[in-house]
């Protein structure tokens, strides 16, 4: 099968025109110009499927219920809608719920149907803390982390950390060494002791901007030592709720090869308003915007990442931007083997209209919502 599109996002370059062919599940062929045979498909964008790489859930469930159909529900809400590859991220729980919830996920990475598993919680701090549970947040502690890393069997690729906490030096080196993506996030440090963290080995920045205490002139805090950092991947949730567009364009556009768009999605993703949990905590949605009932506190998103391509293209940023940090960024950051177009490769890609709105998926040689696979 053959693929045609007037650009084409190969993840290292723009192909204008080009084409893919498509056999099985690989990819077989991708060119410049017109394909060698007529395509069955033509569209204005073509790139490599989206990848997530912090989400919570969707279509009503989450990824911390321990439920085969919790899980393949949420993960089907996202895939029909243009991402390819996730991770799965958890909540603040208790350890034992922690070790069951991450048991449960490791199989269905194992399997290949999620890339891996994110650990949002519970080592962050009380003081922004967000939509998590306070009295389940903790100090990090060697034999804990041994414990939920035990229970992975090695398919926990991130975790989220306040540096400021007792234990976080040990607790970033040995998550380091394990493999594991740690990404300074829910923090009240100040610039010093981010910047330190930096030193420890973490790369990342959980939803930059949220969460953590606001640049300012004389307290720059984590956030100026997360942007000065050339190594660090910094993560932006662009729903326009919780990072005003204009920051994030010009984030995107300022940092163009180290973004990574996030949907922090939960249970109403791709649902609609309502009344959900969020672990133990009761959210209620309106307009699309997640809260917490108690607090009025924002409780992650309600995005799918496609929505999150078209916003940022809408507020001015090129699209070859936008689509890296949605596929090829998000993939480096966690070492992911996802986000290009390359011969030899899985055939995970969007198709996309002139305005970045995805208009169909292929997961493996296969349309996604369809039964009709490439052959």
Not at 197 to 222: E, K, V
Not at 246 to 256: D, G, K, M, N, R
Not at 368 to 373: F, I
Request: glycine share 10%; proline share 5%.
């Amino acid at each position: 099968m053959y693929l045609a599109a007037e650009q084409i996002f190969t993840g290292d370059a723009v192909l204008s025109p080009g084409w893919v062919e498509v056999t099985d599940q690989t990819l077989t062929g991708i060119g410049s110009g017109e394909p060698p045979a007529a395509p069955s498909q033509r569209s204005s964008w073509l790139a490599p499927g989206l990848v997530d790489v912090h989400c919570h859930g969707g279509g009503g469930a989450s990824f911390d219920q321990p439920d085969d159909e919790a899980t393949a529900t949420a993960l089907r809400t996202h895939r029909e809608r243009g991402t390819t590859t996730t991770i799965a991220s958890l909540v603040t729980a208790s350890t034992a719920n922690l070790v069951r919830q991450v048991s449960h996920l490791a199989g269905w990475v194992e399997r290949g149907e999620l890339a891996g598993i994110h650990l949002e919680g519970p080592w962050l701090a009380p003081e922004r803390k967000g939509a998590h549970e306070e009295s389940l947040l903790t100090a990090p502690t060697e034999s804990v982390i041994a414990e939920v890393l035990a229970a992975g069997r090695g398919t926990v690729k991130m975790a989220t950390l306040a540096p400021e906490l007792p234990g976080a030096e040990a607790a970033t080196r040995l998550l380091t060494e394990a493999g594991v993506m740690v990404a300074v996030g829910h923090t009240a440090a100040d610039y010093a002791t981010a910047k330190a963290a930096l030193s420890w080995g973490a790369r990342g920045a959980t939803h930059l901007f949220n969460a953590m205490p606001l640049l300012n002139h004389r307290d720059p805090g984590p956030i100026l030592a997360l942007l000065r950092n050339p190594a660090v991947w910094l993560e932006l949730i662009a729903d326009g709720v919780h990072v005003d567009p204009e920051l994030v364009a010009w984030t995107l556009q300022t940092y163009p090869s180290r973004v990574v768009l996030i949907t922090d999605a939960m249970a109403a993703a791709g649902f609609g308003d309502g009344g959900y949990l969020l672990g133990n905590l009761t959210v209620d949605v309106c307009d699309g915007v997640a809260r917490l009932t108690s607090t009025g506190a924002i409780a992650g998103s309600t995005l799918i990442l496609a929505d999150a391509v078209a916003k940022c293209f809408s507020w001015g940023v090129e699209p070859a931007q936008v689509l890296a940090a949605s596929t090829v960024q998000p993939a480096q950051y966690l070492g992911l083997d996802a986000g290009r177009l390359q011969v030899g490769q899985t055939a995970d890609l969007v198709l996309l209209d002139d305005r970045l709105r995805v208009q169909r998926t292929l997961r493996q040689g296969t349309w996604v919502g369809g039964n009709d696979s490439a052959q």
